[in-house]
């Protein structure tokens, strides 16, 4: 695998090594995806058709000889803030959150199998009639195998977000790079949902995203891949293809890095 300094070099620029044969520009990235984006037009839980759309994205990658790992938000089930919000302790609120991303990526693990994808689900929360519990020797293994490896129940601790648990999850994966993927394709100055004239911003530090408090990810998910010096990719996960064409430099995406 490529060392950081280069990986971190390559994926900056995220430019296509050949025009006549594209070369996925990382050798190994996390994926992050949001409870929400699972939902596709419901209102709550899993859509199935968005759930094989996106089954169907990391086969694209897989098949490119790319080793992908997987962290999914649990929103679509329960929010532990929104809870602890309205009165529950927020403790229990996180753990319940915690499940909720579980039960998220089983059903990601299923969508995947259904394609021929190997998939091993990894849980910070031990609950091995399940799935497997993390520890990071063997999800490396997996991950070496071919195997697409989902890292459930976020870092298995109150107080901290999928994000920081995706970020925490890259690094200890030594991936390039962290891929989000979301309902928009890039990080804008508003909400491009509600401002049609919201800017998308090509690339950002990370110091800039911290400054003007850009909603990417939470600051201290920011803070990690800057220390470690993994570059963030947002993109949409929403287009047909998506996931691949960024891998090799295409498409429309915004990426923070040093």
Request: include cysteine; proline fraction near 4%; charge should be negative.
């Amino acid at each position: 695998m490529t060392s950081s300094s280069d990986a971190l070099e390559s994926s900056t620029q995220l430019e296509p090594a050949s025009t006549e044969t594209p070369v996925p520009l990382f050798k190994r990235v996390l994926l992050k995806i949001s409870g929400e984006a699972l939902m596709g037009e419901q209102d709550y839980g899993l859509d199935p058709d968005m759930v094989a759309r996106v089954a169907a994205e990391v086969k694209d990658a897989v098949d490119t000889g790319v080793q992908v790992c997987l962290v999914i938000g649990g929103g679509n089930i329960f929010r532990g803030v929104s809870a602890a919000a309205s009165g529950m302790e927020r403790t229990t609120a996180d753990y319940m959150g915690m499940l909720a991303t579980v039960m998220n990526a089983l059903g990601m693990q299923s969508a995947l199998e259904r394609v021929g994808v190997q998939t091993r689900v990894l849980s910070a929360i031990p609950m091995q009639s399940v799935c497997e519990p993390y520890i990071r020797r063997r999800a490396v293994r997996h991950m070496e195998k071919g195997r697409v490896v989902i890292f459930a129940a976020g870092t298995g601790n109150p107080f901290f977000t999928t994000d920081t648990a995706a970020a925490l999850r890259a690094s200890e994966m030594d991936c390039n790079a962290m891929m989000k993927g979301t309902k928009v394709d890039g990080v804008y100055d508003s909400d491009p949902m509600k401002n049609p004239d919201a800017k998308r911003y090509d690339r950002l530090g990370y110091m800039d995203v911290l400054s003007r408090d850009l909603k990417v990810m939470d600051a201290s998910a920011i803070a990690l891949s800057r220390d470690n010096g993994i570059p963030i990719v947002v993109f949409s996960i929403q287009e047909a293809g998506s996931f691949a064409k960024v891998l090799r430099g295409d498409g429309r995406y915004t990426i923070v890095a040093a």
